[in-house]
Nanobody, 116 residues
Framework: QVQLVESGGGLVQPGGSLRLSCAAS????????MSWYRQVPGKERELVAG????????NYADSVKGRFTISRDNARNTVYLQMNSLKAEDTAVYYC?????????WGQGTQVTVSS
């Protein structure tokens, strides 16, 4: 049974930091590209950051470049999103995605709220 379980979300003040984690099970984690997406009500889900299977290549949305860092630990079957200098517009539900070819798995999401 495939599972992606996100954690680490919460309420943080503007300028603060959070670290999201996504623990994977039920598939060969190291062979899947991993990504973080986010979604706010009434808007489409958008790609935040992605990382290749070996972790050697990453990509980011322009809105988070220089503030967010995606990483993975294939030994722990976990992908991370370090979020620094958070802004109110980063408020969203953040989802973890695993993808290999036509196979795509999603987590249940974790809420991140940036507010004073």
């Amino acid at each position: 049974q495939v599972q992606l379980v996100e954690s680490g979300g919460g309420l943080v003040q503007p300028g603060g930091s959070l670290r999201l984690s996504c623990a994977a099970s039920g598939f060969t984690f190291s062979t899947y590209a991993m990504s973080w997406y986010r979604q706010v009500p009434g808007k489409e889900r958008e790609l935040v950051a992605g990382i290749t299977t070996g972790g050697f290549s990453t990509n980011y949305a322009d809105s988070v470049k220089g503030r967010f860092t995606i990483s993975r630990d294939n030994a722990r079957n976990t992908v991370y999103l370090q979020m620094n200098s958070l802004k109110a517009e980063d408020t969203a539900v953040y989802y973890c995605n695993a993808r290999r070819g036509i196979k795509s798995y999603w987590g249940q999401g974790t809420q991140v709220t940036v507010s004073s």
